[in-house]
């Protein structure tokens, strides 16, 4: 595709719930990451995929989260028994080859937890 | 880990006058690239600059870096209220697996 997409846009939900974050990211790119921001703050990092595999998940905050990439293309963020402090923007980015390429980031996903 | 680190955390300046922010990080880089955030939502990428070079410019955006100092620095000239926005640094690997690190940016108002 033309640049990186993220479904939904906005997310809504209620303490408890589980929910999933998807983000496509550019054709060809191999590695994908997932950020989390909170206001004020720079974007977190959460996980880095090369392929298909997790080939860095140190920023994940806890086993709630889970993200995967079967097929080395779209990734989906999980987010098990939801917290109000998970309330973020959670950015998607992909690059051609390797964190020492450039990123190209997704409009996000706003996660609300009520 | 490395870490860019912005300075300063705001900045307001008239338009059409220059902006000037800076970076600083820890450790030896790959290169280091600044992105601009509009709103909280999506970052774009504005410059890449890699650990062998000195200077890079696009457009009114001009970059310098200097690894001696592990510090770099955004200019953009002749603002625009179209610029008012958070830009960040983030430091960039110096191996393959290595993970980018941002700061928490620093946020441009350009006043009218």
């Known amino acids: 595709g033309a640049g990186v997409s993220q479904t939904p846009s906005n997310k809504v939900t209620e303490k408890g719930k589980y929910v999933e974050l998807r983000c496509d990211p550019i054709s060809g790119h191999t590695a994908l990451y997932w950020y989390r921001q909170s206001l004020g703050q720079g974007p977190e990092f959460l996980i880095y995929f090369q392929g298909t595999g997790a080939a860095d998940d140190s920023g994940l905050p806890n086993d709630r989260f889970f993200a995967v990439r079967p097929e080395g293309s779209v990734s989906t963020l999980k987010i098990q028994r939801t917290e109000r402090g998970d309330s973020a923007v959670y950015l998607c980015a992909s690059s051609l080859s390797g964190p020492t390429d450039t990123q190209y980031f997704g409009p996000g996903t706003r996660l609300t937890v009520l | 880990s490395q870490q860019g680190e912005e300075d300063p955390q705001a900045l307001s300046i008239q338009e059409g006058e220059n902006a000037t922010m800076n970076c600083s990080y820890k450790?030896?880089?790959?290169?280091l690239q600044w992105y601009r955030q509009n709103s909280g939502r999506g970052l774009v990428h504005l410059i890449l600059i890699r650990s062998n070079e000195r200077e890079k410019h696009s457009g009114r955006l001009r970059v310098t870096l200097d690894t001696s100092k592990k510090s770099s620095s955004l200019l953009i000239t002749a603002s625009r209220a179209a610029d008012t926005a958070s830009y960040f640094c983030a430091t960039g690997a110096m191996n393959r697996d290595d993970k980018i690190i941002f700061g928490k940016g620093t946020r441009l108002h350009i006043l009218p």
């Open positions: 450790t030896s880089i790959n290169n």
